[in-house]
C-alpha cells in the first residue's frame, strides 16, 4: 500500500456564475476542463506560498 493518497474531493468550493465563465475561460485557454483547471490552480498556489514561506525563513 502507498503512502500517497488521491485526494479527490479535498475542497468544497462554490462560485457563482461570473466566477465560473471567469474560470471556464483561463481553462479553455490553458486546454483544460474547469476542475483540472482549478486543481492545478491551487497546486501552484500552494507551492509557491511554500516558496515565500520558504524565503522568509532564511
Not at 24 to 42: D, L, Q, T
Request: charged fraction near 30%; glycine fraction near 2%.
Amino acid at each position: 500500500m502507498s503512502d500517497q493518497h488521491e485526494h479527490t474531493r479535498a475542497l468544497g468550493i462554490s462560485f457563482n456564475a461570473a466566477d465560473f465563465h471567469t474560470l471556464n475561460y483561463y481553462a479553455r485557454k490553458h486546454e483544460m476542463p474547469v476542475r483540472e483547471f482549478i486543481e492545478w490552480m491551487v497546486r501552484c498556489y500552494v507551492k509557491s506560498m511554500r516558496a515565500e514561506e520558504q524565503k522568509r525563513a532564511k
